[in-house]
C-alpha cells in the first residue's frame, strides 16, 4: 500500500508559479512511476506529466510542455511538480498517482495507476 499526500497548491495570478510536491509513504517509492493528473469543474480527469519508475522517461501534455517540469527526490520520497507561466485554464484540482513500475507506454493513462493522493487546489487568476 502506498499513500500519496500533495501540496503546494493555492492561489496566483497568471504567469506565476506554484511548485507541488507528492510524499509518498508505505512503500519503496523509487519502483513506481509517477504522474500528475488534473480535474477542472465539470470536466474529466487529464494527464498532465509523468516520470518513469527509473526516472528515465518523462511525458507532458501538449498543454503544459515547455511549461511545467517533473521531478523526483528518491531520498525524501517525494516527486514535484514545478508549474510556471501559469494560466486562468491550468486552474484545477491537481492529483498525484502512482503505478507499479507502470510501463512508459502507460504513463499517460489515467486508468493505469494504482494508488491517488487526494488533490490539492491550484487556482489561476486573470
Known amino acids: 500500500q502506498v499513500q500519496l499526500v500533495e501540496s503546494g497548491g493555492g492561489l496566483v495570478q497568471a504567469g506565476g508559479s506554484l511548485r507541488l510536491s507528492c510524499a509518498a509513504s508505505?512503500?519503496?517509492?523509487?519502483?513506481?512511476?509517477m504522474g500528475w493528473f488534473r480535474q477542472a469543474p465539470g470536466k474529466e480527469r487529464e494527464f498532465v506529466a509523468a516520470i518513469s519508475w527509473s526516472g528515465g522517461t518523462t511525458v507532458y501534455a501538449d498543454s503544459v510542455k515547455g511549461r511545467f517540469t517533473i521531478s523526483r527526490d528518491n531520498a525524501k520520497n517525494t516527486r514535484y511538480l514545478q508549474m510556471n507561466s501559469l494560466k486562468p485554464e491550468d486552474t484545477a484540482v491537481y492529483y498525484c498517482?502512482?503505478?507499479?513500475?507502470?510501463?512508459?507506454?502507460?504513463?499517460?493513462?489515467?486508468?493505469?495507476?494504482?494508488?491517488w493522493g487526494q488533490g490539492t487546489q491550484v487556482t489561476v487568476s486573470s
Open positions: 498517482a502512482a503505478g507499479l513500475r507502470l510501463s512508459r507506454w502507460y504513463l499517460n493513462r489515467v486508468n493505469e495507476y494504482d494508488y
Open positions: 508505505g512503500r519503496t517509492f523509487s519502483s513506481y512511476a
